[in-house]
Nanobody, 122 residues
Framework: QVQLVESGGGLVQAGGSLRLSCAASGSISSIRRMGWYRQAPGEQRGLVADVTSGGSTNYADFVKGRFTISRDNAKNMVFLQMNSLKPDDTDVYYC????????????????WGKGTLVTVSS
């Protein structure tokens, strides 16, 4: 069974930094895309950043220049370095992965972590 587990959320003052980590585990053959989304109460989940297995990255406009996504393919992990945090960045951050599991007979299935709360105080 595949699962994603996030870590690294917490409380930080505006202007500070946090680093989120996400580890995918289970019967994984390959992961095409990994990324981070965020969601505030009552709002839709939106993309923050993602990265392909080849290293191509994509960022939401509101985090460009502040956040950096990276990935360790050997460990099936993705990271989000968040700098210059603002109160508007307060949200639950969810890890995402597009996983193929030949053992389970699943190709390109979407998996989500349970989320980690990031709170930025002013």
């Amino acid at each position: 069974q595949v699962q994603l587990v996030e870590s690294g959320g917490g409380l930080v003052q505006a202007g500070g930094s946090l680093r989120l980590s996400c580890a995918a585990s289970g019967s994984i053959s390959s992961i095409r895309r990994m990324g981070w989304y965020r969601q505030a109460p009552g709002e839709q989940r939106g993309l923050v950043a993602d990265v392909t297995s080849g290293g191509s990255t994509n960022y939401a406009d509101f985090v460009k220049g502040r956040f950096t996504i990276s990935r360790d393919n050997a460990k099936n992990m993705v990271f989000l370095q968040m700098n210059s945090l603002k109160p508007d960045d307060t949200d639950v951050y969810y890890c995402y992965a597009d996983i193929t599991s030949l053992v389970a007979g699943l190709w390109g299935m979407d998996y989500w972590g349970k989320g980690t709360l990031v709170t930025v105080s002013s």
